[in-house]
């Protein structure tokens, strides 16, 4: 996601992140280095040597900071960063079962009635236009059960 602006608002203490149709809010309170009240947050500018998944901030000291787009989806807790965040875990634990397996790829790919292309593309990380279901489907043929454990949140 590409961050096409970011403003400061010193009143909220808080960065006014505008990305795609939608504005997020970043604390300062979770920035390093952190604001304080003499050392104010002077400027901040989107990134392009990130690619515009980032911006960077300069406090009133001249002491810099960054902050990447996921950090701020995180925050905003985004119903689509969170699902990609758990289809990467659930690949690199995919990965690593294939790798002890028993099993050979070609008994693998039969068990989960798939094409060879279609196994290499649920293994690669980074790759986020595979569903949750085909990752369930298979670490269960890898012999693994997934629960989701839902918890309140530690403070």
Same mark, same amino acid.
């Given at each position: 996601m590409k961050i096409r602006r970011v403003s400061i608002n010193n009143r909220k203490k808080v960065f006014e992140v505008k990305a795609s149709s939608r504005t997020l809010v970043y604390?300062?309170? +979770?920035?390093? !280095? @952190? !604001?304080? %009240?003499?050392d104010r947050v002077a400027e901040a500018a989107v990134d392009e040597e %990130?690619? &515009? *998944?980032g911006f960077t901030y300069v406090l009133e000291s001249g002491r810099e900071g960054t902050v990447?787009?996921?950090q701020v989806l995180e925050y905003n807790q985004d119903p689509s960063?969170? &699902?990609n965040v758990i289809l990467y875990k659930l690949t690199l634990e995919a990965q690593k079962r294939v790798e002890v397996s028993p099993?050979?790829?070609? *008994?693998?790919? +039969? +068990?989960?009635?798939?094409s060879?292309? @279609?196994l290499? +593309?649920?293994l690669d990380q980074t790759n986020y236009r595979k569903s949750v279901d085909q990752m369930l489907v298979l670490l269960s043929v890898l012999d693994c059960d997934v629960d989701l454990v839902v918890r309140a949140k530690s403070a």
């Open positions: 604390p300062y309170s +979770r920035l390093h !280095p @952190q !604001p304080t %009240l003499v %990130l690619g &515009r *998944e990447h787009i996921d960063y969170l &699902r099993l050979s790829k070609r *008994e693998i790919i +039969r +068990r989960v009635g798939t060879a292309a @279609q290499y +593309r649920l």
